[in-house]
């Protein structure tokens, strides 16, 4: 009997070993497999965005083609550019020693380009670790560009893609979203304290919330300042788009924070 139970468990770990080593060249051939960076994109008319393959052989080349020309163009190297409103596919064929190994699609809709963008907040308040989604409101409303956003201050309130704010530290900082054309809008943000986030929620304002900070000692100031010497301060400008991004067109998946 006790062999027996022996012998079980011996079958028992050899199998669990199999199944590992299957699922190793499972996952390892699950890599080396052809893929897009994304399946579908949206794309401003007369802007760009590049198709990209990844997993490509060292010895293969891909080649790319639209169905529609007329509503999207698509270079030998993946950069796809929105010629009029409308949709296609764009196919990558992986191609090995003259023969098509892989064969990739990606929906491809051309829209109208955005001409202005607005946020639905000005201002925002938040306690440090508070999260907040600014929405832009982009017109026109059948425009298929998003907004840029960017954060004045990462260190004090970040921002995501979708524009999820995120308090990071106490201080101010200034959400922008921006557009192609160099359209932009913004919000400032105030990450306070716990205890002046209470006196903002209690007195439903800020008046007299920054004025104490403001005015609040400085313990790193030194006691005899002409007794310092001047230090530079580098000032970082807002940002400008000054010429268009590669990558204008915005993947209609889902974005994660």
Do not use: H
């Not at 009997?1 to 199999?18: H, P």
């Not at 199944?19 to 699950?30: E, G, I, N």
């Not at 196919?91 to 963008?117: E, H, I, M, Q, Y």
């Not at 932009?184 to 008046?207: F, H, N, P, Q, T």
Request: charged residues 25%; negative net charge.
């Amino acid at each position: 009997m006790e062999r027996r139970f022996k012998a079980a468990g011996l079958v028992f770990i050899l199998a669990l070993i199999v199944m590992c080593f299957v699922s190793t060249v499972d996952a390892k051939a699950a890599e080396d497999v052809a893929r897009l960076n994304v399946s579908e994109v949206a794309i401003a008319k007369d802007n760009t965005f590049r198709l990209r393959v990844y997993n490509v052989p060292r010895n293969a080349r891909v080649v790319y083609r639209s169905s529609d020309n007329s509503v999207a163009y698509v270079d030998n190297r993946g950069y796809i550019t929105g010629i009029s409103n409308g949709e296609c596919v764009v196919t990558a064929t992986v191609v090995t020693g003259g023969s098509a190994t892989d064969t990739l699609k990606c929906s491809v809709t051309v829209g109208p380009a955005a001409v202005s963008v607005k946020l639905t907040k000005t201002e925002l308040v938040l306690l440090t670790g508070m999260k907040k989604t600014l929405k832009a409101i982009v017109s026109p409303l059948n425009t298929v560009e998003k907004p840029l956003f960017y954060s004045s201050d990462k260190e004090i309130a970040s921002v995501t893609s979708i524009g999820r704010v995120r308090a990071k530290s106490i201080g101010e900082a200034v959400i922008y979203a921006f557009l192609v054309n160099g359209e932009a809008a913004e919000c400032k943000v105030y990450v306070l304290s716990e205890e002046d986030y209470a006196r903002y929620i209690e007195a439903g304002s800020l008046e007299g919330i920054l004025d104490d900070n403001q005015n609040g000692d400085d313990p790193d100031e030194p006691e005899n300042p002409d007794d310092e010497q001047d230090t530079e301060v580098t000032v970082t400008p807002t940002p400008e788009i000054t010429s268009q991004p590669e990558a204008t067109a915005v993947p209609t998946g889902t974005v994660q924070d």
